[in-house]
């Protein structure tokens, strides 16, 4: 089997971060997940994505500047003919770090920012971190750096779009992610805390809608987010189709979740060539394509649209990964986001690691 | 029960209905428009203005198309013998009269060939599809909305006049019998809007209704623009995004991928050949010309370079 072309690699450099969101992504069990691989593995995970089709590598994490070797891992990303778009935090990245980085090769960064002003966004980060997130920001376009900034939105932050708007506008932002919270990871543990009203949303829809009026830029990006839109979402252009995930300890992945679901069989790159973990792993082929599928996907017009969802979102809400997402209308669990949603409510959240 | 709730939230008086159609245009109107304020000082090239007479000449063509569509809408023989004379004015009672005549004299006056621009071969597809677009509204709405939406002649009586002094004062090589087109419409469009105002006015009586026109001569104003949008971008100079990068597509010899922070994009041979020619010196309108004459014997090049380029504007693969 050859495998479907590979479009775009995400390389987790590292899981440690100097933020603590109660929204992180990254497994509960990241303090365990060693740094496995050194920048020369890095260097030939690059060149088989890139041989695979690859055009366009994430250099993430955790904080992919945590890494003392990130200058190496850059060059060799910018070497492979891949293009090398870094994911931060903004810390403890700074704007000469930055630069050296744009001279190795660096095309664009995704800087996250929490909030509007400093005392919500470090409130949020679990560490005084706005300022020299502005610095990085601000030093990215200097270098002539494509900018996006990313905002995780939930029940906090989301009155205060408008202002999140001004200040990507402010920053001379190429593109702005108002990126509704994903409820994996520390997310799902906070997530009755963050977890909006169906109001808050409607109301942050209006204000894009408006601001998108006003000016061409930045680009702004905001979606419904599943739990509300009845639509799930089409995670990661399909199993095993377009993306992979190389995590820090070297395992391939789907996405930066499937790790948790039981019973699949991943590889790794320490012992494989990314050809064959992408292509040939038993996990990385239990959800590619459509065979897998149960009613309603099975017959559903829009399977090759959303391929049913998210695999890991329905394990984490049915406890089987080949559920229809419970974030479809037509999902037979359906039940389970409509609980949450009722469940919603201004409850404290804790940082992750806490 | 059920629609006096609904019109208990207001049906606007005729004089707040009248001012919120007005204010449409105080907002929107084409008047504003980066190409007509440049048109109106005098900064336009002969090619932008021989670009605009060609591109708005389709516009033209479609009105009387629109207003045929109208006259099919009412039953009322009142309304009709007075929305007749808009075809009259457009398409003239002989050969060699109407609107569309003087706008093909205007096109001769500013040295375009007249068969040329009559045949329509140069349109730019983003003209073609804003133009469309008005005649899809009309002939999709019922007989308020379509009359609601030729309601921006409210506004064309006066960007009538104020083109006629700029082509005297900054445009001295376009002969002043070529602007009869705006004369005849400075006092057609004030008549005819006046018509069409009282008739909206009239029969839009609930506060849906009211809104519906409101929207429609909104839509209207967008589709003037994007018109002004599309000529406008003919005679910029595009060029490669800085933060794009090209790549050979593996699997299709020839082809590239655009590589953006955000996405990449599959571009084939064609394509390829147009980006090359993007180098921020010559305009849009130039680079159609020049592989309009490297191909001469392929149809339509000029229009598909002009479709490519607005494509990979919206993509973000090149900046204009």
């Given at each position: 089997m050859s495998g479907p072309r590979l479009w775009n690699l995400i390389a987790e450099l590292t899981y440690r971060c100097p933020l603590r969101c109660p929204y992180c992504s990254n497994p509960r069990q990241w303090?365990?997940?060693?740094?496995?691989?050194?920048?020369?593995?890095?260097?030939?995970?690059?060149?088989?994505?890139?041989?695979?089709?690859?055009?366009?590598?994430?250099?993430?994490?955790?904080?992919?500047?945590?890494?003392?070797?990130?200058?190496?891992?850059?060059?060799?990303?910018?070497?492979?003919?891949?293009?090398?778009h870094l994911v931060t935090a903004g810390v403890p990245l700074t704007p000469a770090a930055l630069g050296d980085l744009a001279r190795d090769g660096l095309r664009s960064v995704q800087l996250s920012i929490q909030d509007a002003t400093a005392e919500a966004s470090d409130r949020i980060a679990g560490t005084p971190s706005f300022e020299r997130k502005l610095a990085i920001a601000r030093c990215t376009r200097e270098q002539g750096l494509a900018l996006t900034l990313n905002v995780v939105l939930h029940r906090e932050n989301l009155a205060h779009v408008r202002d999140v708007i001004?200040?990507?506008?402010?920053?001379?932002?190429?593109?702005?992610?108002?990126?509704?919270?994903?409820?994996?990871?520390?997310?799902?543990?906070?997530?009755?805390?963050?977890?909006?009203?169906?109001?808050?949303l409607e109301a942050a829809s209006r204000v894009v809608a408006e601001e998108r009026t006003k000016a061409s830029r930045p680009e702004l990006v905001w979606v419904l987010p599943d739990y509300f839109s009845g639509r799930p979402k089409p995670c990661m252009g399909g199993w095993g189709q377009r993306l992979v995930v190389v995590a820090p300890d070297g395992l391939v992945l789907p996405c930066h979740a499937a790790r948790e679901l039981p019973g699949l069989a991943f590889w790794n790159v320490r012992e494989r060539s990314l050809a064959e973990c992408w292509r040939d792993a038993p996990g990385?082929?239990?959800?590619?394509?459509?065979?897998w599928m149960r009613e309603p996907?099975?017959?559903?017009?829009?399977?090759?649209?959303?391929?049913?969802?998210?695999?890991?979102?329905?394990?984490?809400?049915?406890?089987?990964?080949?559920?229809?997402?419970?974030?479809?209308?037509?999902a037979p669990r359906r039940d389970a986001v409509l609980t949450a949603r009722e469940h919603a409510s201004a409850a404290a959240w804790i940082h992750r690691g806490a | 029960m059920f629609a006096g709730v609904a019109e208990s939230t207001?049906?606007?008086?005729?004089?707040?209905?009248?001012?919120?159609?007005?204010?449409?245009?105080?907002?929107?109107?084409?008047?504003?428009?980066?190409?007509?304020?440049?048109?109106?000082?005098?900064?336009?090239?002969?090619?932008?203005?021989?670009?605009?007479?060609?591109?708005?000449?389709?516009?033209?063509?479609?009105?009387?198309?629109?207003?045929?569509?109208?006259?099919?809408?009412?039953?009322?023989?009142?309304?009709?013998?007075?929305?007749?004379?808009?075809l009259h004015d457009h398409d003239g009672r002989a050969p060699g009269e109407g609107g569309l005549e003087l706008w093909l004299r205007l096109a001769e006056t500013v040295g375009l060939d007249r068969e040329d621009v009559a045949s329509l071969a140069g349109v730019l597809p983003g003209v073609r599809r804003a133009c469309d677009a008005y005649v899809e509204l009309v002939e999709g709405a019922d007989l308020l909305v379509a009359v609601a939406s030729s309601l921006t002649e409210l506004f064309a009586g006066d960007i009538m006049k104020t083109r006629i002094a700029a082509f005297e004062t900054h445009y001295p090589w376009v002969d002043p019998d070529g602007l009869a087109y705006f004369r005849s419409r400075t006092t057609q469009a004030p008549r005819d809007a006046r018509f069409g105002l009282a008739f909206v006015v009239e029969h839009a009586t609930?506060?849906?209704?009211?809104?519906?026109?409101?929207?429609?001569?909104?839509?209207?104003?967008?589709?003037?623009?994007?018109?002004?949008?599309?000529?406008?971008?003919?005679?910029?100079?595009?060029?490669?995004?800085?933060?794009?990068?090209?790549?050979?597509?593996?699997?299709?010899?020839?082809?590239?991928?655009?590589?953006?922070?955000?996405?990449?994009?599959?571009?084939?041979?064609?394509?390829?050949?147009?980006?090359?020619?993007?180098?921020?010196?010559?305009?849009?309108?130039?680079?159609?010309?020049?592989?309009?004459?490297?191909?001469?014997?392929?149809?339509?090049?000029?229009?598909?370079?002009?479709?490519?380029?607005?494509?990979?504007?919206?993509?973000?693969?090149?900046?204009?």
């Amino acid at each position: 089997m050859s495998g479907p072309r590979l479009w775009n690699l995400i390389a987790e450099l590292t899981y440690r971060c100097p933020l603590r969101c109660p929204y992180c992504s990254n497994p509960r069990q990241w303090a365990s997940i060693r740094d496995g691989l050194d920048a020369d593995t890095w260097s030939r995970v690059f060149h088989e994505a890139a041989a695979l089709g690859a055009v366009h590598v994430g250099l993430t994490g955790g904080e992919p500047s945590a890494r003392r070797d990130l200058d190496a891992i850059v060059r060799s990303a910018a070497q492979a003919g891949l293009y090398p778009h870094l994911v931060t935090a903004g810390v403890p990245l700074t704007p000469a770090a930055l630069g050296d980085l744009a001279r190795d090769g660096l095309r664009s960064v995704q800087l996250s920012i929490q909030d509007a002003t400093a005392e919500a966004s470090d409130r949020i980060a679990g560490t005084p971190s706005f300022e020299r997130k502005l610095a990085i920001a601000r030093c990215t376009r200097e270098q002539g750096l494509a900018l996006t900034l990313n905002v995780v939105l939930h029940r906090e932050n989301l009155a205060h779009v408008r202002d999140v708007i001004a200040l990507a506008r402010s920053l001379d932002a190429d593109r702005l992610e108002l990126a509704n919270a994903q409820y994996d990871g520390w997310a799902l543990v906070n997530r009755d805390a963050l977890l909006p009203s169906r109001e808050q949303l409607e109301a942050a829809s209006r204000v894009v809608a408006e601001e998108r009026t006003k000016a061409s830029r930045p680009e702004l990006v905001w979606v419904l987010p599943d739990y509300f839109s009845g639509r799930p979402k089409p995670c990661m252009g399909g199993w095993g189709q377009r993306l992979v995930v190389v995590a820090p300890d070297g395992l391939v992945l789907p996405c930066h979740a499937a790790r948790e679901l039981p019973g699949l069989a991943f590889w790794n790159v320490r012992e494989r060539s990314l050809a064959e973990c992408w292509r040939d792993a038993p996990g990385m082929n239990a959800f590619r394509g459509e065979a897998w599928m149960r009613e309603p996907c099975r017959s559903c017009e829009k399977r090759t649209q959303d391929f049913g969802g998210c695999r890991c979102q329905a394990f984490r809400l049915t406890g089987d990964a080949a559920n229809t997402d419970p974030a479809c209308a037509l999902a037979p669990r359906r039940d389970a986001v409509l609980t949450a949603r009722e469940h919603a409510s201004a409850a404290a959240w804790i940082h992750r690691g806490a | 029960m059920f629609a006096g709730v609904a019109e208990s939230t207001g049906a606007w008086s005729p004089a707040e209905f009248e001012a919120r159609l007005r204010r449409v245009g105080t907002e929107r109107y084409h008047d504003k428009h980066p190409f007509n304020l440049r048109m109106h000082e005098g900064a336009l090239s002969r090619a932008e203005i021989q670009s605009w007479v060609r591109n708005r000449y389709y516009y033209q063509t479609r009105i009387p198309v629109k207003d045929s569509a109208i006259l099919t809408k009412s039953g009322d023989p009142s309304f009709r013998r007075e929305w007749v004379q808009r075809l009259h004015d457009h398409d003239g009672r002989a050969p060699g009269e109407g609107g569309l005549e003087l706008w093909l004299r205007l096109a001769e006056t500013v040295g375009l060939d007249r068969e040329d621009v009559a045949s329509l071969a140069g349109v730019l597809p983003g003209v073609r599809r804003a133009c469309d677009a008005y005649v899809e509204l009309v002939e999709g709405a019922d007989l308020l909305v379509a009359v609601a939406s030729s309601l921006t002649e409210l506004f064309a009586g006066d960007i009538m006049k104020t083109r006629i002094a700029a082509f005297e004062t900054h445009y001295p090589w376009v002969d002043p019998d070529g602007l009869a087109y705006f004369r005849s419409r400075t006092t057609q469009a004030p008549r005819d809007a006046r018509f069409g105002l009282a008739f909206v006015v009239e029969h839009a009586t609930t506060r849906a209704d009211q809104e519906r026109c409101v929207a429609a001569v909104e839509r209207k104003c967008e589709i003037l623009w994007s018109l002004l949008d599309a000529v406008e971008a003919a005679h910029r100079r595009p060029k490669l995004s800085p933060h794009a990068v090209l790549r050979d597509d593996q699997e299709r010899p020839g082809g590239a991928i655009a590589v953006l922070p955000e996405r990449g994009v599959r571009i084939n041979d064609a394509g390829r050949e147009i980006l090359a020619l993007c180098d921020g010196a010559r305009t849009a309108d130039e680079i159609a010309r020049e592989l309009g004459a490297r191909h001469a014997d392929e149809p339509h090049v000029a229009e598909d370079v002009h479709e490519f380029l607005d494509q990979m504007d919206r993509l973000g693969v090149i900046v204009r």
